[in-house]
């Protein structure tokens, strides 16, 4: 029989001991640079539809710095992909500030030009 066969036998043979092994290494694997890496790259695909190499790439063509204030991003989980909520599309990279930001007022131009405006008066 191949290896295959062999390790499905065994799992369901020592069905407890095989889960236990496996959580552990799972649990190491995840905190590793692997781990972080796959699952960031795992997140980029499923959400955004691209890879983490096409990630990298649009940082660099910011400088790896965000799109809006400027500020080196961390390249980890407090970079952002800010993207349009009606069409999907890809705009840039934001820091962990300026994303949430931008969602606050609803991606709306106009609020911001208002926010501007209010900013401006109460000098």
Not at 18 to 27: D, F, N, P, T, V
Not at 52 to 66: G, I, S, V
Not at 77 to 94: A, C, E, P, Q
Not at 104 to 115: G, H, P, T, V
Request: glycine fraction near 6%; charged fraction near 30%; include cysteine.
């Amino acid at each position: 029989k191949n290896s295959a066969e062999k390790q499905a036998r065994y799992r369901d043979r020592h069905r407890d001991k095989w889960l236990a092994s496996h959580r552990e290494h799972m649990k190491i694997f995840r905190a590793s640079d692997a781990g972080k890496k796959y699952k960031k790259n795992y997140t980029l695909k499923t959400t955004y539809g691209i890879s983490l190499q096409e990630f990298t790439a649009l940082a660099e063509l910011q400088d790896f710095k965000c799109g809006i204030c400027k500020n080196v991003l961390d390249m980890g989980f407090k970079t952002h992909v800010d993207h349009d909520h009606t069409t999907n599309k890809i705009r840039g990279l934001l820091c962990s500030l300026c994303n949430p930001a931008l969602g606050s007022f609803r991606d709306s131009i106009d609020i911001l030009k208002e926010a501007i405006y209010y900013l401006e008066g109460s000098k």
